[in-house]
């Protein structure tokens, strides 16, 4: 129903992310809830659907059952570094590097301007407290 309304109803809070910038429900899917399930199978436990290409409608193949974590990773607004051949965002570098997701953003922020090089290979230094 959320992905229904958010792309048909102009009043909806998220339509102008949605509906208002093109983005639609397939006709098989909003004809037939069984035909959705068909095709997507039913929902697991603490999964949402979520757009692969977030340029693209809610249809077969363009979709897939994804966790909060995932979705959220997959935002158009979310900060993508290139480094050694990878894309990841900061919050997956962060993971990755063990350095903490404030200290990649001051890093790679409009202070510091570190090179992606940099703010990921860069140690993190102790401070002992006072």
């Known amino acids: 129903m959320g992905m229904l309304e958010r ?9 102008h ?14 004809e037939s809830f069984w035909a959705f399930v068909e095709d997507m199978g039913e929902r697991p436990a603490g999964a949402s659907i979520e757009r692969i290409d977030n340029d693209k409608g809610y ?6 059952w994804a ?9 158009c607004n979310n900060r993508r570094i ?9 919050a997956e570098w962060s993971e990755v590097t ?3 997701l404030s200290a990649l953003k001051n890093r790679l922020g409009s202070r510091l301007k570190w090179s992606p090089e940099r ?7 102790y401070r002992k407290p006072r």
């Open 119 to 125: 703010a990921l290979t860069t140690p993190v230094e």
């Open 17 to 30: 992310r949605y509906g208002g910038r093109g983005i639609t429900v397939c006709q098989r899917w909003r």
């Open 98 to 100: 063990g350095i903490k």
């Open 82 to 90: 290139e480094f050694n051949g990878q894309t990841r965002t900061m």
């Open 59 to 64: 249809e077969p193949g363009n979709c897939k």
């Open 67 to 75: 966790t909060s974590k995932e979705q959220q990773r997959n935002r």
């Open 7 to 15: 792309c048909s109803r102009t009043n909806h809070p998220a339509f």
